[in-house]
């Protein structure tokens, strides 16, 4: 089945640091991925749609300078967190969807905390 | 945008019980799917519906696709401790991927 690696699962970073959380799709082709952000017991946010080639497209509120996403090749992309802020601090997931599929396949998510 | 409303939010039932959990939209979806998320874990995918009437089948849960493809429900019979967790309704318009707010699920032995 399609399988999705998210890494790391867990990051704990100082104020003003950047991380990189890595999303791989391990046994399929995606050329698109999406990222959201999850706060607890709460849904899913969707912070972007990263497109294989080209640049991301981040809903409404998301300031694309902060979260910085590259979708270098048809498996790997990346979100890249900038000057992290404590209110950074959440659960990152992302996501892929088989070309031809209708599922979508989630990570292990993230969990980041500035402190 | 798409939105979808899932009810209830939080359900705390015993083991052995019924329940149903909706999502209803005023928006039609290409397809409807569901997931699982256990805390700390990404969603998992339970299954896709696809076409409006459409009936699946997974053990003891049941989804159902609705005639014009804006509702869905996901009914589990005999509920079991195992079932906790946080179940999310997602519809598909295009390529981009909607969630309902979610329900948090806890069955009780």
């Known amino acids: 089945g399609a399988v999705v690696s998210q890494h790391p699962s867990r990051v704990i970073c100082k104020s003003g640091t950047s991380v990189k959380i890595e999303c791989r799709s391990l046994?399929?082709?995606?050329?698109?991925m999406f990222w959201y952000r999850q706060f607890p017991k709460q849904s899913l946010m969707l912070m972007a749609t990263s497109n294989e080639g080209s640049k991301a497209t981040y809903e409404q509120g998301v300031e694309k300078d902060k979260f910085l996403i590259n979708h270098a090749s048809l498996t790997l992309s990346t979100l890249t967190v900038t000057s992290a802020h404590p209110e950074d601090s959440s659960f990152y997931i992302c996501?892929?969807?088989?070309?031809?599929?209708?599922?979508?396949?989630f990570g292990s998510g993230t969990r980041l905390t500035v402190v | 945008t798409q939105l979808l409303e899932q009810s209830p939010q939080f359900l705390s039932i015993q083991e052995g019980e019924n329940l149903t959990v909706y999502c209803n939209s005023s928006s039609v979806f290409s397809s409807l799917q569901w997931y699982r998320q256990e805390p700390g874990e990404g969603p998992v995918l339970l299954v896709t519906?696809?076409?409006?009437?459409e009936v699946k089948k997974l053990k003891r849960l049941t989804f159902q696709f609705g005639d014009a493809r804006k509702d869905s429900s996901l009914h589990i019979t005999a509920a079991q401790p195992g079932d906790t967790g946080l179940y999310l309704c997602?519809?598909?318009?295009?390529?981009?991927?909607?969630f309902g707010k979610g329900t948090m699920l806890l069955v009780s032995p």
């Open positions: 519906v696809v076409t409006g009437g």
């Open positions: 997602a519809g598909a318009y295009y390529s981009t991927l909607t």
């Open positions: 046994d399929f082709q995606a050329t698109t």
């Open positions: 996501s892929a969807r088989r070309v031809g599929g209708f599922g979508y396949t």
